[in-house]
Each structure stands twice: as C-alpha cells, then as structure tokens.
C-alpha cells in the first residue's frame, strides 16, 4: 500500500485547505477500506483527526469537528480533508493512514 498526501501550505487563520490522499496497491476495491487523517504538531505525538469508514460514515476529532470535513472518490482512490475556519493550533504534518501505514506527509502552517 502506498499513501501520497498533497495540499498542504500557508494559510491564514480562518482560511481554508484541501488535503488529498492518492491511495495504491489495495487488494481489494478502494471502497472497502477505512481511511484516516492523523497530525503532528511540533514537538507533539500523532493525534488522530478523522476517518471515513467503509461505506459512508465519518469520524472526526472534537477538536477538528464542524471545521473539517473527510470525504472520499473511490473510483480515484483517493481521500480528502477539507479544512475550513483554521485555527494556529492545527498546524501540524497532516498524514493519511490506513492501518499501520502512512503517507510522507503534508505541512500545514496556519498564522498570520
């Protein structure tokens, strides 16, 4: 499995980003897969942030949620965080992560 993440940057606080996840090498269809965004801040351990299950259910972090918004193109294999109202505090390395493997990463800074 390979996870190639893209979209991160310099943003102002309340301003927004999108975030891709170009998955590869699943066994089986994209679909049935649950994938998720993790972060780290600086100094900091993995947090986790969402995940978009199998099927169409979603799961957000209380710290990410009403803000953030993960969704999926299963006929692209891909995954994406859409991360509205930033805040400094979610500056971080945005990586995708399905089961013990995860992407090289994406930085997001947010500030002013």
């Known amino acids: 499995v390979q996870l190639v993440e893209s979209g991160g940057g310099l943003v102002q606080p309340g301003g927004s980003l999108r975030l891709s996840c170009a998955a590869s090498g699943f066994t089986f269809a994209f679909s049935a897969y649950a994938m998720t965004w993790v972060r780290q801040a600086p100094g900091k351990g993995l947090e986790w942030v969402s995940t978009?299950?199998?099927?169409?259910?979603?799961n957000y972090a209380d710290s990410v949620k009403g803000r953030f918004t993960i969704s999926r193109d299963n006929a692209k294999s891909t995954v994406y965080l859409q991360m509205n109202n930033l805040r400094p505090e979610d500056t971080a390395v945005y990586y995708c992560?399905?089961?013990?493997?995860r992407g090289q990463g994406t930085q997001v800074t947010v500030a002013s």
């Open positions: 978009a299950n199998a099927g169409d259910s979603t």
């Open positions: 992560q399905y089961g013990g493997t």
